[in-house]
C-alpha cells in the first residue's frame, strides 16, 4: 500500500513558476515508477512527467524545457517544477506511483495559470 499527498498547487499569473511536490509514504526508489499527470476540464487525463526507479526522467512534449521532475529520497518525496506556466498548463495535478503491479493516485492539486 502507498500513499501519495501532493501539495504546491495554486494560482500563477503565465510564465510564473510553481513547485508541486508529492510525499510518498515509502521510498520513491523503491517505486518501479513515480510520476504527475493532469487532467483539464473536459479532457483525459495526460502524462507530464515520470522518472523510473529514481533516475531516467521522461516528460510530454508538452513541457519539455519548462517543466522539471526530481525527487529527494530522504523526504520520500518527489517534486515537479514548473517554470514558464502557460494557461493550457491549468489541470488539476496528480501525483501517480507504480509499484508491485498496483497503481497509486494522489487525490490532486489544481493548478490555474491565468492573468
Known amino acids: 500500500q502507498v500513499q501519495l499527498v501532493e501539495s504546491g498547487g495554486g494560482l500563477v499569473q503565465p510564465g510564473g513558476s510553481l513547485r508541486l511536490s508529492c510525499a510518498a509514504s515509502r521510498s520513491i526508489f523503491s517505486m518501479n515508477l513515480m510520476g504527475w499527470y493532469r487532467q483539464a476540464p473536459g479532457k483525459q487525463r495526460e502524462l507530464v512527467a515520470h522518472?523510473?526507479?529514481?533516475?531516467?526522467?521522461n516528460y510530454a512534449d508538452s513541457v519539455k524545457g519548462r517543466f522539471t521532475i526530481s525527487g529527494d529520497d530522504a523526504k520520500n518525496t518527489v517534486y515537479l517544477q514548473m517554470n514558464s506556466l502557460k494557461p493550457e498548463d491549468t489541470a488539476v495535478y496528480y501525483c501517480y506511483a507504480f509499484f508491485r503491479r498496483y497503481d497509486y493516485w494522489g487525490q490532486g492539486t489544481q493548478v490555474t495559470v491565468s492573468s
Open positions: 522518472i523510473i526507479n529514481g533516475i531516467s526522467p
